[in-house]
């Protein structure tokens, strides 16, 4: 039950060894595409590669985190690092925030200041949150993982532990992609200390048959093709290796950085569907610091491993007729246009009848909340402002 304070402090050999790496690349031959329809282009590759190479900066990164402060502890036989930010606002909230692949930590560091500190940021400082940031099991520093079984069930059950360790018998639970399906669980193993879920994704349910008796032929057809296009489509296809045969792709990635750098770049490109390149979803170095930091702590092959465990799952949320187990928590729903696999809130509430507020921002993609960051916030402030009226 220890929490042993930590920072983060890579090695200068290791950084020395990736501009090495990167140097030593044997890139493909061009080929006549340009664009993005086939992958990660050539050209587009070279350049972000050659600034992780010589104008990327690590230490200032590694400083940013640093400030915050961080702990490890072992839970289930994983080690698990976190941020616990604690609010100066004597009435604040606990909020646990869940990150996805292929994302980490980072994607809540601008965020970190706003939602614990509003006071400070001209916000209401009823408002604020005690922040506990994890990275899940097997990802970034919380792994590598050597233990199979972890699912986003066995996720849900550490987070649970980590918050009662932490002292909070009330909290709310929030994030995107993992982080949605992450909280959803959490609110279905400990739901008496769950307060309320805000997700971003998925939002598009199972097919229950029993909810939705009553409802039309056209209405179920639309509802089972919404589910299976996205799943269906090439938008689709890292999700089914990465559910089939993790190990194989992650040799590959784990040996070449640039490899796993087209491999996480284009999943920003790709899943914002008004994104010409990665830098219109994302800072540039704040992409880099995220494929960092999964390099530097060989973390690649273990973070697939979430999608083998968990591939049922996924693949419920895309099956129609698949059973779904409600949640009984106040659930919040944001809604960002640019994702390609959009929401559909009539089914969402057949399936979570706790929906209690539903937010269609004007932009953004999948990463919404790291995307618009700002607007993210205030919705979370919303969500929790209702739970409390």
Not at 204 to 224: H, I, K, N, Q
Not at 269 to 280: F, G, H, I, V
Request: charged fraction near 20%.
């Amino acid at each position: 039950m220890a929490m042993k304070p930590t920072r983060i402090d890579i090695p200068e050999a290791q950084l020395d060894d990736l501009r090495r790496r990167i140097a030593a690349t044997r890139w493909p031959e061009a080929y006549a595409s340009p664009g993005w329809e086939r992958g990660t282009p050539l050209g587009y590759l070279h350049e972000l590669a050659d600034h992780w190479q010589h104008r990327y900066d690590w230490r200032a990164a590694e400083h940013e985190i640093n400030q915050y402060p961080q702990f490890t502890t072992d839970i289930d036989g994983a080690k698990v690092h976190f941020l616990h930010v604690t609010s100066p606002e004597p009435n604040a909230r606990p909020l646990l925030l869940t990150h996805s692949w292929p994302g980490s930590i980072v994607e809540f560091l601008d965020m970190i200041g706003p939602l614990s500190n509003p006071r400070a940021h001209g916000a209401d400082p009823t408002q604020a949150f005690h922040l506990v940031i994890p990275a899940i099991p097997g990802y970034g520093f919380s792994g590598p993982l050597h233990e199979s079984g972890w699912t986003t069930r066995r996720v849900a059950g550490a987070w649970a532990e980590l918050m009662r360790r932490l002292g909070y018998s009330s909290y709310l639970s929030a994030g995107g992609d993992w982080g949605s399906i992450i909280s959803l669980d959490l609110a279905r193993v400990d739901k008496e200390h769950v307060a309320g879920v805000h997700i971003c994704w998925p939002t598009v349910p199972a097919r229950d048959a029993v909810g939705l008796t009553g409802m039309s032929e056209s209405e179920l057809a639309e509802l089972d093709q919404i589910s299976m296009s996205w799943f269906n489509s090439e938008l689709s296809a890292y999700l089914r290796l990465q559910t089939t045969r993790p190990w194989t792709l992650a040799y590959a990635l784990s040996d070449s950085p640039v490899g796993q750098l087209s491999w996480i770049v284009e999943k920003f490109q790709e899943w914002n569907k008004a994104a010409k390149s990665p830098e219109d979803v994302i800072d540039q170095n704040r992409l880099l610091t995220n494929v960092s930091i999964q390099w530097f702590t060989n973390t690649a092959g273990s973070a697939l491993q979430l999608y083998y465990e968990s591939g049922m799952a996924l693949g419920a949320l895309f099956t129609p007729g698949a059973p779904s187990e409600p949640v009984e928590v106040p659930v919040g729903v944001a809604f960002f246009p640019q994702d390609p696999s959009p929401p559909f809130r009539a089914f969402g509430e057949l399936e979570r009848s706790t929906i209690q507020r539903w937010t269609a921002f004007e932009k953004g993609g999948h990463f919404g909340p790291m995307e618009q960051s700002g607007p993210f916030v205030a919705d979370l402030r919303a969500f929790a402002s209702d739970l409390r009226s």
